[in-house]
């Protein structure tokens, strides 16, 4: 079995891994019926490999203790019979995403914090072979309501209240889980939230308005200690 003990460099781990990731992809989807034929229960254990050269192959373990690189989750041929394909499918997938991570961070076990840290952001970037597998598409979280939260992904209040950038992100969750987040509307113009505009939550009321309702701009939003809506302010004024 071909390793790529001689990736080194951040590029080259997740160079590594994306080809790796290809590899799987591919006998998991495209080349599903000869993976599916190649997993048969009545031999012995057997384990998913993707290569650097984006081939892909069913074979036993590596002999040598410990291995050069980590394994793949082994057995996968066992429960091929006993499950639905799609089900069965969708669990090796599972293993083959954890075992694409596991082989990219031991690459890159000799890389600084921040290396390391990128290496991550680039892999989270694709979408997992899981999600692939299972054709989940990714989708945007709405702001949600946490004390301290200014904006989303553009303002966010430390624990002395003092505002800290944050670049603007989008962390991601699946289609069957965004009902659990409900409609974000905004207080101001009953609009729907939009990942990219500028939205500021009220400290007091915990409402989200659009920043241009309320006249706040990200660089305003900074300066600001505890946000009051324009409701909230007037509130406050009568007491």
């Keep these: 079995m071909e390793m790529a003990a001689s990736a080194r460099t951040l590029e080259e781990i997740f160079k590594d891994y994306s080809a790796r ?54 057995g996968i041929n066992f429960a091929r019979d006993g499950m639905n394909r799609k089900d069965w499918l969708s669990l090796v997938a599972v293993h083959s995403d954890s075992w694409l991570i596991s082989v990219a961070f031991y690459l890159a076990a000799h890389l600084n914090r921040n290396d390391r840290k990128r290496l991550f952001s680039m892999i989270n970037d694709l979408p997992t072979v899981f999600e692939e597998v299972t054709e989940r598409k990714r989708v945007k ?59 500021i939550g009220c400290d007091v009321c915990e409402r989200w308005f659009h920043g241009k309702c309320v006249k706040i701009t990200p ?3 900074e300066n600001i200690k505890q946000y009051k809506c324009p409701s909230c302010s007037t509130k406050s004024g009568r007491q």
């Design 21 to 74: 990731r290809t590899a799987v992809l591919r006998a998991l989807t495209f080349d599903v019926d000869q993976f599916y034929g190649l997993c048969d229960p009545e031999k012995e254990n057997l384990c998913l490999y993707g290569h650097p050269n984006e081939s892909w192959e069913v074979t036993l373990p590596a002999e040598e203790v410990p291995p050069e690189l980590p394994e793949p989750a082994l």
């Design 141 to 199: 979280d709405k702001p949600s309501t946490e004390s301290g939260s200014k904006s989303q992904g553009t303002a966010k209040r430390s624990s002395d209240g003092q505002a800290k950038s944050n670049p603007k992100t989008a962390d991601v969750d699946y289609e069957d889980n965004e009902d659990e987040h409900g409609e974000t509307l905004c207080g101001s113009c009953g609009g729907n939230y939009n990942a990219d505009e500028f939205w």
């Design 219 to 221: 660089a305003k939003a």
